[in-house]
């Protein structure tokens, strides 16, 4: 007997804001930017809050707040007046308080929905958008690293009490891609905002993977196993596959699933049990007594939510509506906010044109970025051959060109001043020097003649050539390719700078008199 099956998925995702200090705690966390906190010798981003010193006291940090606040302003969740804080006591070393600071019962954002996108049938077509919802998100510590190390084990306190940003959505996913389309369009969110870098590799975003599985078209929810700690996007999509397969092989031998805690090894490709799931009384959730309930006002919310950007993929759709751009142009535009901001900044200046503005921004600028920072990379590292391949995505932070002086090459190519071929030229030119446009179009003596009168001379002159009398004849009997013979000897005389749409006009214009 075989059925259907369909994956029941949630997650918890766990993202680290991007805060100066940690949340309950004076010490840096010296957080993204070109600084990665696993590089920082163990121990030294550490205080008596950390530590949990005898009378040491937290304070919530306000930044670690209103960015979840902003989170929540973001997905379209309710912000509850108040929220509170709890410990979640267990005994581990990773903590040196043996409870966490976590919220249970009043989390700072509770609901919301999160637009996701599949991949299409190929990369240039938009795939199918679903709404995932959330179940809420909470603020918590993180916790200190252990590492195992021969017959003892390190521990490193540096990560304890960095911000993080628990989401829990409900089991709305349906599939692995449904997961991983999940996390991406958190992840281009919160960079958006500003709220979180999400670089897994930094362990900046974690994710918990709770899988169920049922048949097609049941609404039940079935017994559930959580897969603990998957630290990049493979991890969480072999993962799920993994588990899929394996809940549907017990079932489909007679055996229940039990609801267990299970992890992921990368190496053998399996999920295996780590423990029977721990519940909630467990841990013996309780109030905080050393911090105080938080109250957001009205106003505050109204304040914060003047901050957000727009959402990527209600940008991404205005952009194909009110700019006629291409999906594949967007997808490279939306998740850059800067990248955004200068393409609006470039349309700004040269209305008329979004497409061929876009066109130069993802072909061209992108390219040259992209080369100066490998060049950079390399110049700065001989002791690492692989250094230019790590190049970090490019960003437009190191752009020397301003959005308007892009613009300007934009409209210089627009108004037929010089070629769509030149115009290439002249923004590497434009890039390598800061000069704009219009200064190199003219040192270079390359500004198209768009003069109809010296142009219709110039024609006159190549007609009453005796060359010209075949492809005259061939045009004037209907050849139409025959007038490409007559535009070359025109565009020599004229030494390039005819230019080539005036060419096509006033030739057709004498050659309909002849
Ligand atoms: P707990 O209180 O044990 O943490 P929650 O109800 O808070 O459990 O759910 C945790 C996560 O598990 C959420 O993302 C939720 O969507 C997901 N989840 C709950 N039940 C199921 C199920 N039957 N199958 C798959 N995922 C589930
Ligand atoms: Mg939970």
Known sequence: MSFEYEAVIGLEIHVQLKTRSKVFAPSSYLYGGDVDPKSVEPNTLIDPVVLALPGALPVLNKAALEQSVRFGLLVGATIPPVSNWDRKNYFYPDSPKNYQLSQKDFPITIGGEVEIELPGPSRNIMGEHKVIRLNHAHLEEDVGKLSHAGAGSLVDYNRAGAPLLE????????????????????????????????????????????????QHGETVLNTRTEMKNLNSISGVKNAIEYEFKRQIREVEAGKTIRQE??????????????????????????????LMPVQVSEADQARLAATLPERPYLR??????????????????????LLCEYFEAAVAAHPANPQGVANLIVNDLLRELTAAKKSGAEENSFAEENAAEEVAAVSLADCPLKAEELAGLVKLTDEGVISKQQAK???????????????IVDAKGLRQSSDSGEIEKIIREVLALPSSEKPIAEFKSGNEKAINSLKGPVMKASKGKANPQVVDQVLRRLLGEL
Not at 425 to 439: H, N
Request: hydrophobic residues 40%; negative net charge; glycine residues 4%.
């Open 167 to 214: 989401i829990v959505t409900e089991p709305d996913l349906r599939s692995s891609e449904e997961a991983v389309a999940l996390l991406n369009a958190i992840r281009m969110l919160l960079v958006a905002a500003g709220i979180a870098d999400c670089d897994m590799e930094k362990g900046q975003m974690r994710c918990d993977a709770n899988v169920s599985i049922r």
């Open 261 to 290: 805690t299970r992890g992921w090894n990368a190496e053998t490709g399996r999920t295996y049990s780590l423990r029977s799931k721990e519940d909630a009384h467990d841990y013996r959730y309780f109030p905080d007594p050393d």
């Open 316 to 337: 991404q759709r205005r952009y194909m509506e009110e700019f006629a751009l291409p999906y594949t142009i967007t997808s490279v535009l939306v998740p850059d906010r």
């Open 425 to 439: 030229d002249v923004f590497v030119e434009m890039f390598q020097t800061g000069k704009s446009a219009a200064a």
